[in-house]
């Protein structure tokens, strides 16, 4: 309720909603003021307030406006410096420390630091900032120096999982953590800290799970659950999703299956499956389903392409033709025919070729030997068992290219 009132109140100020005295100082606020007012929207969008969105653009602006609007060679105390640097590395640029070059170059403390900030480009972050000590810089101002050095090196070093160790452990809450906890998933995924992934991942889920900028942090999870491949892990992974919301944890999870079904990683599709029941969203007395009966049947199919028996596969490829493309959402009708080709390859693969069909006509001219039925059973259901395991193979493979685009696509509008 506080941050919504905090939003409410600032998105009315830029829009003039709320007028100021006429006699008003020019500047009413401080450059620390208007700095962490800025910041404090970046807070209630990295928590998931996703209508102050809208306002971050504006409110930039203007903070911007005001920083390099101030006089010059007025005197500022340390506490007004260090957000003016902690603004100009977060994307405010060089021009907001223009007005304040006499201060800085007046401060024994933060000469040498806004020195190099003002030299400061995406492109040499890395460089410039290798050798500040953050912890002696301390505050907000050290945690921004770590996590724009941190997420401008190389994901396997060790320094950058230091830095933006740092910056997790300073700022609690806040869109520096978010932006540190990505890039961490990166490294460790990288580096193969499962534990790490892992910890950082439910971190993420827990906190920041709703936060506009999640969609990376899904990515992530799907890359991770590709990499690392042992029960532990799938376990782990499983406790991670279940902290996410309903629709993005639904969402999330069909995600890493699509991608299990994709690269043949039938050990994760079942893992993600086990769960499927526990995850789904609480159903209410007046649902209100995301889509139509046909695109869920559609999709369900799509999704446990990677482990149909060929009977079950021409129930699949019966069911899906009965589909009339007109009910389905527009993606999902691509999905579909898509999944119909893919179906037609499987029993395509299950007819009898050439060779199969002169073993069979010799195996009918030799005389018929008596077996023991429980003999014939286990070795029946073993040449069954060694038999989808080949189809599925060359299915996985030919499915790869078909359904990239499809995949793609589904990603794109979840």
Do not use: C
């Not at 972050?125 to 996590?147: F, R, W």
């Not at 910890?199 to 992530?220: L, V």
């Not at 009965?322 to 499987?346: F, G, H, W, Y």
């Not at 010799?362 to 286990?378: G, I, L």
């Amino acid at each position: 309720m506080k941050r919504a009132l905090v939003s409410s109140l600032i998105a009315m100020s830029l829009n003039g909603m709320i007028a100021l005295p006429t006699d008003a100082a020019k500047f009413e606020l401080e450059p620390y003021e208007l700095v962490r007012s800025f910041q404090r929207i970046q807070e209630e969008i990295a928590l998931g307030d996703r209508h102050a969105l809208g306002m971050q653009k504006e409110l930039y602006k203007k903070v911007r406006q005001d920083l390099i609007a101030f006089e010059r060679d007025l005197a500022w105390d340390e506490r007004n410096l260090r957000a003016v640097l902690t603004f100009a590395i977060g994307g405010g640029g060089r021009s907001v420390l223009r007005p304040f070059e006499r201060s800085f170059l007046d401060s024994e403390t933060l000469k040498d630091l806004a020195i190099k900030v003002n030299s400061l480009t995406k492109s040499n972050a890395s460089e410039v900032l290798a050798e500040i000590d953050v912890q002696q810089v301390g505050g907000t101002l050290g945690a921004s120096i770590a996590l724009i050095r941190g997420l401008n090196s190389e994901p396997e070093l060790a320094s950058r999982v230091d830095d933006l160790d740092y910056v997790r452990m300073s700022l609690p809450g806040t869109l520096h953590e978010e932006s540190a906890l990505r890039g961490l998933l990166v490294s460790h995924r990288q580096r193969g800290s499962e534990d790490k992934f892992l910890r950082i991942a439910s971190r993420y889920a827990r906190i920041f799970g709703s936060s506009p900028y999640s969609i990376q942090f899904s990515n992530e999870l799907v890359e991770g659950s590709l990499a690392f491949d042992d029960d532990a892990f799938h376990a782990g992974l499983v406790e991670v999703i279940d902290f996410l919301e309903p629709v993005p944890r639904v969402a999330l999870r069909d995600r890493i299956a699509r991608s299990a079904t994709v690269n043949a990683r039938q050990d994760l599709f079942f893992a993600i499956e086990k769960v499927s029941v526990e995850m789904e969203p609480q159903t209410t007395s007046e649902p209100m389903p995301l889509m139509g009966g046909a695109d869920q049947k559609v999709l369900k199919i799509y999704n446990t392409l990677g482990v149909l028996s060929v009977p079950e596969a021409e129930k699949a490829l019966s069911a899906l033709q009965m589909i009339v493309p007109t009910d389905l959402k527009p993606e999902n009708r691509t999905v579909r025919k898509i999944t119909i080709q893919a179906l037609q390859s499987i029993l395509q693969q299950s007819q009898p070729q050439l060779g199969d069909m002169v073993n069979v006509e010799t195996e009918k001219t030799m005389p018929a030997k008596p077996t023991p039925p429980a003999m014939s059973n286990a070795m029946k259901a073993e040449a069954d068992m060694s038999e989808r395991a080949e189809k599925l193979d060359m299915f996985v493979q030919e499915l790869r290219g078909k359904i990239d685009g499809v995949d793609a696509l589904l990603e794109t509008i979840e």
